[in-house]
Nanobody, 125 residues
Framework: VQLQASGGGLVQAGGSLRLSCAAS????????MGWFRQIPGKEREFVAA????????YYADSVKGRFAISRDNRKNTMYLQMNNLKPEDTAVYHC???????????????????WGQGTLVTVSS
C-alpha cells in the first residue's frame, strides 16, 4: 500500500491542524493505521493508532484529549485532528500501515511495514 500524508503547516500554540493520510494500492480496511512523529536526532515516537474498522483508537499520553485519530474506509483515508497544539508537538508526522499487528503492538514503529513520506508540523509559542 502507498501512503501520502498531508496537512502539515505552521500554527500558533493553542491552534489546530488536521492531517490526512491517503492510501492506495491495496484494500485500505485490511490495515491497522498509525501516526508517528519524529524530531531530527530522535527516535520516531508513537502518536496514535486506529484499528481496521475504525472502532478502536489508541493514543500516546502526551496527546490524549487533544488529538483524535479517525479513518474513512470508503475514501481510503486516515485523519489526525490536532487541537490545542503545543510547541513540543513540532515534528515531522508520518502515517504508517500494517496488516498483521495486534493491539499490544500498535505503538511499535519498527513493526509497521508501510510508511508515508511525512508532513511537517511547526507550532510556534
Amino acid at each position: 500500500v502507498q501512503l501520502q500524508a498531508s496537512g502539515g503547516g505552521l500554527v500558533q500554540a493553542g491552534g489546530s491542524l488536521r492531517l490526512s493520510c491517503a492510501a492506495s494500492g491495496r484494500t485500505f480496511s485490511d490495515y491497522v493505521m498509525g501516526w508517528f512523529r519524529q524530531i531530527p536526532g530522535k527516535e520516531r515516537e508513537f502518536v496514535a493508532a486506529i484499528n481496521r474498522s475504525g472502532g478502536s483508537t489508541y493514543y500516546a499520553d502526551s496527546v490524549k484529549g487533544r488529538f483524535a485519530i479517525s479513518r474513512d474506509n470508503r475514501k481510503n483515508t486516515m485523519y489526525l485532528q490536532m487541537n490545542n497544539l503545543k510547541p513540543e508537538d513540532t515534528a515531522v508526522y508520518h502515517c504508517a500501515a500494517d496488516r498483521g499487528l495486534i493491539v499490544s503492538s500498535y505503538g511499535r514503529a519498527e513493526l509497521y511495514d508501510y510508511w508515508g513520506q511525512g508532513t511537517l508540523v511547526t507550532v510556534s509559542s
